[in-house]
């Protein structure tokens, strides 16, 4: 399958169609944002690290009952992907409370949430993402009420899967953001799962090893990311 033309760029990722209408690739770059494009930037290779992590869990997520739009890795950049009429509704889970919880809330960073916290935001640059709940996405006709029910039992399921995956390399899972779509009459798991769309904390030293390297300048931001990579992969 080749990339035959560009059909959308974001701001991790190109997205090409390929001569087949039910498949596109994923090319993930290294350029990184924050807060919603007030802060660009890049990490040195993390196109790489974060297409090798979604290419991992994606299989295992797909594994343990999760339907996915992945398909193959074809190259250190290119994820091969089923077509998906993308959703835009972002779906954040989380166990511990950090970043926009910790804002908007006034919960302390690193309180353990007895019982996950899944939030919907309307996927929206130029509204900056705004939370919202299930009538706004209903009343939006961003998706059906029964479909918003399927996202969440997806979301609950991806939490319990990847805590327990993390937790055995030794990260804490604080959080992290899904994105869903349409492919014919199922909904997929689509986007990536990586350090730029999660945070994981260090289960033993709590440091930071994601994105909010980046975002707060607290340095040491590609080698957080290897070392997440190297914890996913088990490799060098
Ligand atoms: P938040 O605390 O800033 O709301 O972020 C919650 C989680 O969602 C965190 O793991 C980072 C991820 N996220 C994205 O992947 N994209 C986004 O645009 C935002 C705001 C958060």
Redo the contacts with the bound molecule.
Sequence with gaps: MKKERLLHEGKAKKVFLTEDANFVIQEFKDDATAF?NKKKGSIVNKGVVNNAISCKLFPYLQENGVPTHFVEKLSDRDMLCKYLDIIKI?V?V?NVA????VRRYGFSEGAVLDDPIIEL?LKDDDLD?PLMNEHHAIALGLASYSEIEILQAYAARINSLLKEFFAQRKLRL????LEFGRHGEEILLGDEISP????FWDLDTGEKM??DRFRFDLGGVEDAYAEVRHRVLGED
């Excluded at 604080?174 to 953001?177: M, S």
């Excluded at 730029?196 to 945070?199: A, I, L, M, Q």
């Design positions: 919603n972002e954040v989380r950090a970043g926009s919880l935001y993402d604080v959080d992290f953001k730029d769309t999660c945070r994601d994105k």
